[in-house]
């Protein structure tokens, strides 16, 4: 099986702006938004509280985006790390 393309937003955070980890907030009952972020690659980490409301914390970090996208290989080897 081919290795899955790269979200673009995600690829654009990780190699356009050397971010380290991209994360996402949604509501939890918001199982719209759950889904998506799911498809993001991102995994949820924990609830907190923002902005006075419960919020899901999913996030995605860069190591773990370029081994979903790219089948593994070295980090250094994408967006110029």
């Known amino acids: 099986m081919p290795p899955r393309r790269p979200r673009p937003r995600s690829n654009f955070g990780f190699m356009n ?44 970090e860069r190591e773990e985006f370029f081994r979903q996208a790219y089948g593994g290989g070295r980090v250094a080897n994408y967006g110029g790390r």
Not at 30 to 58: H, T, W
Request: hydrophobic fraction near 45%; proline fraction near 2%; glycine fraction near 6%.
């Open 17 to 60: 702006c050397s971010l380290d980890k991209i994360i996402g907030l949604t509501h939890p009952e918001n199982a719209v938004s759950l889904r998506v972020l799911e498809k993001c690659g991102m995994a949820l980490i924990d609830r907190q509280f923002y902005f006075g409301i419960e919020l899901c914390r999913y996030w995605i």
